[in-house]
């Protein structure tokens, strides 16, 4: 197990340097993404002015309040609570945005499934998880937020904050075709199987 301390954007050979169970530090650009904003790109054909290339994306429709825009504050949004939100049902976005975005890293809670991990495998990605309730902690690795994209979606918009010390996160899925996900559940089926066994009862 190591720990990598990366400034965004980072190169394919940093992101398939990750292993499962590695712990990574985050600094500079994260991009804050949800479902309305995939669908948008992805399903809508719309387009957006960031360039992701390298970058790291956090599943996430942030709780912010509007102010006068500022020095400290150019868009004119404050983060007020910048949580995450369950990654599974955004699986089919994975791809895509590897592929046509050029994302390096996915932030979110529950992990995804199998087409997720062979993006990550065949384009050079990984997953980084958060635990779940942790939205004040998050919070605080937020500086600001430096610009914002197709709002017309908020708050599902694509929010570019600027973080330090952003983790540690633990990688949950990586380039090398592992899951601890994949893990958990295979453990899980075991298990219930040895126990239906137990009891006589055959499991379908």
């Not at 719309?46 to 970058?55: C, N, V």
């Not at 996430?60 to 868009?75: D, G, I, L, Q």
């Not at 955004?90 to 995804?112: D, H, N, S, W, Y």
């Amino acid at each position: 197990m190591a720990h990598h301390d990366f400034s965004t954007p980072i190169t394919e050979a940093e992101v398939r340097a990750l292993r499962v169970e590695d712990t990574v530090t985050l600094h500079g650009a994260l991009f804050g993404i949800r479902d309305a904003t995939q669908i948008a790109l992805f399903d809508r054909g719309r387009s957006t002015r960031f360039d992701l290339a390298g970058h790291a994306v956090i599943h996430t429709a942030p709780n912010v309040k509007k102010v006068a825009a500022s020095k400290e504050h150019p868009t004119g949004y404050a983060p007020v609570c910048i949580g995450t939100t369950t990654s599974a049902r955004m699986e089919r976005f994975t791809r895509p945005l590897l592929a046509q975005c050029g994302v390096r890293l996915i932030i979110g809670k529950g992990g995804l499934g199998a087409s997720s991990l062979a993006a990550f495998r065949d384009l050079g990605g990984a997953y980084l998880a958060i635990i779940g309730g942790t939205a004040a902690l998050e919070t605080t690795w937020v500086e600001g937020i430096e610009d914002v994209d197709l709002d017309d979606l908020h708050p599902e918009s694509l929010w570019r904050f600027r973080v330090r010390d952003f983790g540690p996160l633990r990688v949950a899925m990586d380039s090398h075709g592992t899951s601890i996900y994949a893990a958990v559940d295979a453990e899980a089926r075991s298990k219930r199987a040895t126990a239906l066994a137990a009891l006589g009862v055959k499991s379908r």
